[in-house]
């Protein structure tokens, strides 16, 4: 045996102790603070409560084993160390048959304890609710690189924000544009692929109210990491309800009333812009118009907590930001670069921010 692999060896226990040890602080500090995508600790709709549960059946019995396993493992390096003037060759073992046995007896059962209640949970998710109750339905479209929210039933068309009810069971049908993007908010679902052609349903109902972010999770192209997503969780009365803001999003988008936001309006109008955004009341006077969907619905861009998909914080700074040069926020960004002037940005900007 070489000398440096002698002196691992003998490192070897301390080595051990220090690793464990400085997982479990970790794991004790990542506990502490609450994450905004933190879906194990605090899930918020029944969805996420069936995935924490699990996490939490699987980080029992994997801790189980772990210190299991680091016992073992520090008996015999404590109990069967060479002895000094011990040269003696060690007793040869050939075979235990009740040690192979055990050895795979034990694995099969933890495998078999943890299958089987999986199955479970895997048919809890995927049973379909109950249809004689209040169902928000939603049709979302993965697209480069932001989410088309479509409510059918309410004929609200919007992007990356989703607002839905406490309480309230919501059914999502998700497809993608493109290629295959993936939903996932992790506190209050799994994740579900948005692909191609396929309508993939993911049913949850929130418990909580309050945002919720979440995350593009599949590797969709140059922007994949800024694709992010927002749901809000509505109460059922009060001027924040859910209904309340379904009254407002089927009203025509605000007409402008400072002079500041009628030339943004005009721009808007005439720099292409319709061409790929809709305002409902305001694109229809396009010539040619008709509904566009390949940028997000604009009619109520004012009311959102962010813009392009979580990437900046709404504000009028950030829109002019944006509309001047969307790819410099977001590479590949598939929004033309329109060449606005400064001052036809900080208008057009002036107006956006004005559709709450
Ligand atoms: C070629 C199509 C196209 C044109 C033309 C276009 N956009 Fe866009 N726009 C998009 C796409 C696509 C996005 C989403 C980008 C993303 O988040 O990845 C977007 C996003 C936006 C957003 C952010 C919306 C949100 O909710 O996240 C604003 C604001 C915006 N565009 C304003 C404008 C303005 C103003 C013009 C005209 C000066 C314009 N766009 C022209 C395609 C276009
Ligand atoms: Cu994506």
């Known amino acids: 045996m070489s000398n440096a692999l002698r002196s691992l060896q003998k490192r070897l226990?301390?080595?051990?102790?220090?690793?464990s040890l400085l997982l479990l602080a970790g794991l004790t500090a990542a506990c502490e603070e609450l994450h905004p995508r933190d879906a194990y600790q605090h899930p918020a709709a029944d969805a996420s409560e069936v995935s924490a549960w699990f996490y939490n059946l699987y980080l029992v019995l994997d801790s189980i084993i772990f210190f299991g396993v680091l016992a073992a493992f520090f008996i015999a390096i404590v109990k069967f160390r060479k002895k000094p003037g011990d040269n003696a060759l060690p007793e040869q073992s050939f075979g235990d048959s009740r040690l192979e046995i055990a050895w795979t007896i034990v694995p099969t059962l933890v495998v078999l304890g943890i299958t089987v209640p999986t199955l479970g949970g895997l048919f809890e998710l995927a049973k379909r609710?109950?249809?004689?109750?209040?169902?928000?339905?939603?049709?979302?479209?993965?697209k480069q690189w932001w989410w088309e929210l479509d409510y059918k039933k309410e004929g609200i068309n919007t992007g990356n924000e989703m607002h839905v009810e406490v309480g309230t069971q919501v059914m999502l049908h998700l497809t993608s544009a493109d290629v295959i993007h993936a939903w996932w908010v992790p506190r209050l679902s799994g994740k579900r692929d948005a692909t191609p052609g396929r309508n993939y349903p993911l049913n949850f109902k929130p418990k909580e109210v309050g945002s919720f972010d979440g995350q593009c999770a599949e590797l969709c192209g140059a922007s994949h990491a800024l694709m992010g997503i927002r749901i809000?969780?509505?109460?059922?009365?009060?001027?924040?309800?859910?209904?309340?803001?379904?009254?407002?999003?089927?009203?025509?988008?605000?007409?402008?009333?400072?002079?500041?936001?009628?030339?943004?309006?005009?721009?808007?109008?005439?720099?292409?812009?319709?061409?790929?955004?809709?305002?409902?009341?305001?694109?229809?006077?396009?010539?040619?118009?008709?509904?566009?969907?390949?940028?997000?619905n604009l009619t109520h861009v004012g009311s959102r907590d962010y813009i392009a998909a979580h990437t900046l914080k709404n504000s009028p700074d950030s829109i002019a930001t944006w509309v001047k040069n969307p790819q410099a926020v977001k590479p590949g960004a598939l929004m033309s670069n329109l060449g606005l002037t400064d001052q036809e940005a900080s208008d057009v900007a002036g107006f956006l921010t004005s559709l709450k």
């Open 129 to 142: 609710p109950d249809m004689n109750q209040k169902i928000i339905d939603i049709d979302v479209t993965g």
């Open 232 to 296: 809000i969780v509505h109460p059922k009365d009060g001027p924040d309800s859910y209904e309340n803001w379904v009254t407002r999003m089927k009203q025509a988008a605000a007409k402008p009333t400072t002079p500041q936001q009628e030339a943004g309006q005009k721009v808007f109008m005439n720099k292409g812009c319709v061409a790929c955004h809709t305002i409902n009341g305001l694109s229809e006077l396009a010539p040619g118009a008709r509904s566009r969907t390949s940028g997000p």
């Open 13 to 19: 226990p301390s080595l051990a102790l220090t690793t």
